[in-house]
């Protein structure tokens, strides 16, 4: 029988493959639009707001300057956060699953980022070869995995951080957690991976669980909510 740590590592990889294709073919050229000026219709305008309010209240939690500071901006898509981290002189190594959005980012770079630097990658934000960061960002890079991997995947991070994780996650709430049941009845008309939502006291009671994060501590929490756009930020922080 499969350990339950294998186990886990499989529904991760599962997942994993799911979202490479989701965002590297199918949503490639809808998420580059997302993030960037082009007009769009009401309800994606509304997401695109919340993202930002989201992109925001994460750099607030970063320092204002970043010079000579390593940070690893965990499923970058775009590179949006990317730049605003550069721009305060961090050395940011960019990593996402899609090359297609990694090689958007990397061509729309702009030049004016004085000391910051980037380091532009494709693969997975838990390889071992990536170094080892002052502050990590994963902005809904984790939304789409089982919590229980949400968290093993933050552990992970965790042993290469020596300041910082910011994460964000979808937050379960009554209604939707009623939209989800009704939706699993009724096959899935699109090939997005789901979003896993999980509930605040869950996910602290799983981090507050996992040993690998026991010189870890909660620090700022905030749920934004625009629209179709639902996700909320945590800031762990090292003891
Ligand atoms: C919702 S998008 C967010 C992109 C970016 N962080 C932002 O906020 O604009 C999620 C991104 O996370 C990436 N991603 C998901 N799992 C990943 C993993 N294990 N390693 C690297 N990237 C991952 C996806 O490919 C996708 O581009």
């Known amino acids: 029988m499969p350990s339950f740590q294998a186990t886990m590592a499989t529904s991760y990889q599962l997942r994993r493959g799911q979202i490479e294709t989701y965002f590297d073919r199918t949503a490639a050229d809808a998420w580059k639009k997302l993030t960037s000026d082009a007009p769009l219709g009401r309800i994606r305008a509304t997401v695109r707001a919340g993202r930002d309010e989201m992109r925001r209240t994460l750099l607030s939690w970063l320092p204002q300057d970043m010079t ?79 919590a229980t991997d949400s968290v093993a995947a933050l552990a992970r991070i965790a042993r290469r951080t020596s300041r910082s994780i910011l994460f964000t996650f979808a937050p379960l709430t009554p209604p939707l957690a009623v939209m989800i049941t009704v939706g699993r009845l009724f096959p899935r008309g699109d090939r997005s991976p789901a979003i896993e939502p999980v509930g605040e006291k869950r996910l602290a009671g799983l981090l507050a669980r996992d040993s690998a994060l026991i010189d870890w501590r909660q620090g700022q929490t905030k749920r934004i909510e625009s629209g179709f756009y639902k996700s909320q930020a945590v800031e762990l922080l090292r003891i």
């Not at 775009?78 to 980012?105: C, F, K, N, Y």
Request: hydrophobic share 45%; net charge negative.
């Open 68 to 146: 000579g500071l390593r940070l690893l901006d965990a499923g970058c898509g775009t590179g949006v956060l990317t730049v605003e981290a550069a721009r305060r002189g961090a050395h940011v190594v960019a990593i996402d699953l899609s090359p297609t959005l990694v090689q958007h980012a990397r061509e729309n770079l702009p030049s004016d980022l004085g000391s910051g630097r980037v380091e532009f990658l494709s693969g997975d934000m838990l390889a071992d070869n990536l170094g080892v960061f002052d502050h990590v960002v994963a902005m809904d890079s984790l939304i789409h995995y089982r």
